[in-house]
């Protein structure tokens, strides 16, 4: 307790010692002309008087308290240090018990027991208040800014899996509140509310990476005009864009080009999910499945053994990827934003079903926990990789 607080809490005392003396010396004097009031009439007269005018003081305190609770706008606000002492000030005057504190003043009893622990404690301010102990640092909510500021269409469990990645514990909501708060030591800035979680398609079943592979097709437009088919296949178990490849025809052909590198570069998997595509259903493209020992199963959107997986990759791929992208400057630039996807969605992007993890990481084996809700220090050096062409800044824990 310093010397301030505990000077002025001796004052405070020392204010409703005087009240308890006054309520004292007022007790006397009503008892006094309560036993004088039978030797004359003028003597009752007085002694009524005087009784009226102390319970009209006590009236009069009862309607400053109200008047002063309410202020002039009428809305309920929390009694200021000057308010609380007067109201202790008429607690000892008027020796009103505490029982009748409610029905007196229009203040619980509680209120003023924690009044007198406070005062007692040499805290005058408001309420009481302790600093939360799991309350983020600062230097975290500046990191949360920045990853917000470099990717502004990033949701706050984006953001949160980023942190977790760097072994920061920061949850969503905690991420929701940062943002919508004001910017640590700057003005406050308006944000777009956080987005609502959404239950995602029923997943299915693996046990290890390379294990089941799910395929489909998009459409990119170079210029903006001219339509170019985009094979993407993911790794169910690790979430891992396998393959992102421009197919710069409609046939089968492309389709078995590029898929047929992929096995080459990654290893082909047991089986692989498709939709009825007619590329998918060509003898052409069973061939090759056959000669790399993969067998093909079909499925729907949003049905157990769909291809529900790939179509949310394809999702990012659009609105987080090339949707950020000014124009796709032809056939090279393509190929440059898909292999830059590849990078960043497979090397840096956090993902949610898998708790945070790098699909990366998860496909490697490498060993990754989610950080404790305690952990609020960053442990290493932090790897920064800017993509210019779609203004996105990924993060991640450096090697």
């Given amino acids: 307790m310093s010397v301030l607080s505990t000077a002025a809490s001796l004052t405070v005392q020392a204010v409703l010692l005087s009240a308890r003396w006054a309520g004292r010396r007022r007790c006397l004097c009503l008892e006094k002309a309560a036993g004088i009031a039978d030797h004359s009439r ?18 009069d305190a009862h309607i400053e308290v ?26 000892e005057y008027f020796r009103i018990p505490r029982r009748r504190l409610r029905e007196t003043l229009g203040v619980s009893r509680a209120s003023v027991h924690r009044w007198l622990r406070a005062l007692h404690k040499g805290i005058l301010g408001r309420r009481l208040r302790r600093e939360a102990a799991n309350r983020t640092p600062n230097r975290i909510v500046k990191l949360v800014w920045e ?23 920061v949850s969503p909501s905690t991420v929701r509140n ?28 693996v046990n290890s990476p390379n294990q089941v592979w799910s395929l489909d097709r998009t459409r990119a437009y170079r210029w903006g005009i001219w339509p170019t088919w985009v094979l993407v296949a993911v790794d169910h178990f690790s ?70 997986v790939t179509e949310r990759a394809i999702l990012t791929l659009k609105s987080e990827w090339l949707g950020r992208a000014a124009l796709v400057r032809g056939a090279d630039h393509l190929d440059r934003l898909l292999r830059d996807f590849a990078i ?50 990924a993060f991640r824990a450096a090697a």
């Avoid at 640590?184 to 997943?203: C, D, I, L, Q, Y």
């Avoid at 290893?267 to 093909?296: H, K, Y």
């Fill in 42 to 59: 003028r003597a009752e007269l007085e002694a009524r008087i005087l009784l009226l005018e102390d319970a009209l003081a006590l009236r």
């Fill in 344 to 393: 960043y969605y497979n090397g840096y992007r956090p993902h949610m079903t898998l708790g945070g993890a790098i699909p990366e990481s998860v496909h490697t084996g490498r060993h990754w926990q989610r950080p404790q809700p305690s952990a609020k220090t960053v442990l290493g050096p932090i790897e920064r990789r800017h993509f210019p062409d779609v203004r996105i800044t």
């Fill in 178 to 205: 940062l943002l919508l708060g004001p910017r640590p030591e700057r003005p406050p800035r308006a944000v777009a509310s956080a987005r609502k979680h959404r239950r995602g398609p029923v997943r299915i079943r």
């Fill in 147 to 169: 990853v917000f500021d470099q990717n502004p269409t990033w949701g706050r469990y984006r953001i949160a899996m980023t942190l977790w990645a760097l072994a920061v514990f």
């Fill in 239 to 308: 979430r891992k864009v396998m393959c992102v490849s421009p197919l710069y025809g409609s046939d089968g052909g492309w389709v078995i080009q590029a898929l047929e590198s992929a096995f080459g570069r990654c290893g082909p998997p047991t089986e692989v999910i498709s939709d009825r595509d007619p590329v998918f259903t060509c003898q052409a493209f069973r061939d090759l499945l056959r000669q790399w020992g993969v067998r093909q199963r079909f499925g729907r959107l949003g049905r157990h053994g769909s291809i529900a």
């Fill in 66 to 91: 109200l008047e002063r609770r309410l202020g002039r706008s009428g809305a309920r606000r929390p009694y200021e240090p000057t308010e609380r002492l007067r109201i202790l000030w008429l607690c």
